[in-house]
């Protein structure tokens, strides 16, 4: 199969998987079982997308706009698989809709063939991008949890239900867990992360640090959540972590998002 039947074939899957996700705000509200499953077919499909666009241009198919916003929404849907356990519908409706609006972003976008410039040939790229697109969905996971805190307060105490979906958890904790945790996996991903866009950036502009807008609010993004982390030690500041997962969340859209479209940074996306 040539490259073009591929591209073709990995775009009708796109539009499946926008449609499985579609009705997977009607499944939501359903029971654990059926929304998991729901979810399980749609991220089935999304990454057999990722597959075929990878098969077609020989590497890993983050090149464009419309990939880069297909793939965020994937390692969002994963995160609010791994906490499918969460009942509390609100979460997951947060989640769920940030990883939803941008798989719509992603259909404003060209879809055709689309191969990568020299600088992203290398193994770091590889490394940097998704890894650091998984962050920032545990990072969206910490802003759904602190929504529940601010809208729902009768689900701030410790008995509010949450859970991984492993039944080895602790079947209940608190908003405030799910954001710390989302804190704690996005900043600790997101360091190895910076490690690797470094060495990328050494072999692709030969240098290690930029004063290029994405590489300073990606700076600025990990000297925040590396504060959020550590707030337990100065308990003046314990109460304002929903807060903080609410401000981070726009920090990290105005990395991601922003040096693109507002600000000019070498790492925009074409």
Request: net charge neutral.
């Amino acid at each position: 199969m040539d490259a073009k039947s591929l591209i073709n074939l990995s775009i009708l899957c796109y539009w499946l998987s926008f449609g499985i996700f579609t009705a997977y705000w009607y499944f939501n509200l359903t029971d654990r079982r059926t929304r998991s499953t729901v979810l399980a077919v749609g991220l089935g499909v999304q990454l057999l997308a990722v597959l075929l666009r990878a098969m077609a241009i020989e590497y890993l198919p983050l090149t464009n706009k419309f990939e880069s916003f297909f793939g965020f929404s994937i390692t969002v849907f994963i995160v609010l698989y791994i906490y499918r356990g969460v009942e509390v519908p609100l979460y997951r409706t947060v989640l769920f809709g940030v990883g939803y609006i941008f798989l719509v972003a992603a259909a404003f976008w060209p879809k055709d063939l689309s191969y990568p410039p020299p600088l992203m040939l290398t193994i770091w790229y590889v490394l940097h991008v998704p890894l650091s697109f998984m962050c920032y969905a545990f990072w969206t996971s910490s802003l759904a949890a602190a929504t529940v805190y601010f809208l729902q307060p009768e689900l701030r105490g410790g008995s509010s239900p949450a859970g991984t979906g492993n039944t080895s958890d602790p079947p209940r904790e608190d908003m405030i867990a799910l954001i710390d945790k989302g804190f704690l996996y996005g900043m600790l991903g997101f360091s190895i992360s910076m490690l690797f866009g470094g060495l990328w950036g050494y072999v692709a502009w030969g240098s290690y640090f930029l004063w290029d807008a994405k590489v300073v609010w990606s700076v600025i993004v990990w000297l925040f959540y590396s504060t959020c982390i550590h707030v337990d030690h100065w308990p003046a500041l314990r109460p304002y972590k929903p807060h903080m997962a609410v401000a981070g969340f726009i920090i990290m859209m105005m990395t991601y998002v922003g040096t693109s479209f507002l600000i000019s940074s070498t790492h925009s996306f074409g």
